[in-house]
């Protein structure tokens, strides 16, 4: 029997940037974390169909991409940044970079 999920996408998010990744095809992009940016983003991600946007909690960071995803009716998932260390942690992953947790963290939303 073969099970088929939608790719999920996570996003790592800095005050300058996003990285973002898709899961599991692993393609990758980095924008801007601002109003073009989070268009970039929501075209590309509804392009491929996401079911789900994971990111952390970033304090303000997060929030304009929060409401971005919302108005495109993307469903997202912020999550704490303890949770995604400790699956981090889990799965072996001890690197910490940008690329990394946007990778790491569309994984989670695959799992999730």
């Not at 590309?44 to 929030?63: C, D, K, M, N, Q």
């Not at 990778?103 to 939303?109: D, E, K, Q």
Request: with cysteine; hydrophobic share 45%.
């Amino acid at each position: 029997m073969t099970h088929s999920r939608a790719p999920s996408a996570g996003v790592d998010i800095g005050k300058d940037h996003l990285d973002a990744c898709l899961h599991p095809s692993g393609e990758a992009r980095r924008l801007a974390n601002d109003t073009q940016g989070h268009r970039a983003l929501v075209a590309w991600l509804t392009s491929h169909g996401i079911a789900r946007v994971v990111f952390e909690a970033t304090g303000p960071y997060h929030r304009a991409l929060e409401r971005a995803l919302a108005a495109a009716g993307l469903a997202a998932a912020k999550v704490n940044p303890r949770q995604a260390r400790r699956f981090a942690e889990a799965v072996g992953r001890l690197a910490k970079t940008d690329r990394c947790d946007a990778a790491l963290l569309a994984r989670f939303g695959a799992l999730i």
